[in-house]
């Protein structure tokens, strides 16, 4: 039925933004999409860009974002109904399972998730791990 669209975490992360293994991290990337619904790129192709700066060293521009608009709100707006329909068709034992799995990994990726936010937002790595941590519970 329709709660066997809900695979692993990685599958529903890839069904949201793009396949987990081929995903930029985002300090890593030169340029982010206006906005990725429901696995895809979506934006105009070449639009206006709000860069996104090292807290630590203004200088240094870490990635640049899309700027979105009407159209791409739009798109999330749609892609999110039809999520949460499909959500909530999912049996509970299944919605139990992907979220103690998304627990499981964020747990796994509290390091890597605390180095990113403090280079990303300027945050101290052990209070984004706290942050991390109070996530997964």
Do not use: I, Y
Request: glycine share 6%; charged share 30%.
């Amino acid at each position: 039925g329709r709660a066997a669209r809900f695979g692993t975490v990685e599958e529903l992360a890839a069904r949201f933004r793009g396949s987990p293994e081929n995903a930029p991290s985002r300090v890593d990337a030169e340029r982010l999409p206006a906005a990725v619904v429901a696995g895809r790129a979506v934006g105009a192709a070449d639009p206006p860009c709000a860069l996104h700066r090292s807290p630590r060293d203004t200088s240094r521009v870490l990635f640049s974002v899309a700027r979105g608009g009407a159209h791409e709100a739009a798109l999330a707006s749609a892609a999110a109904r039809e999520a949460a329909r499909e959500w909530s068709a999912a049996a509970a034992s299944r919605r139990a399972a992907v979220l103690l799995e998304l627990a499981d990994r964020l747990e796994r990726e509290t390091d890597s998730l605390a180095r990113e936010m403090a280079v990303d937002v300027g945050k101290p790595v052990a209070q984004g791990s706290a942050e991390v941590r109070r996530a997964s519970m």
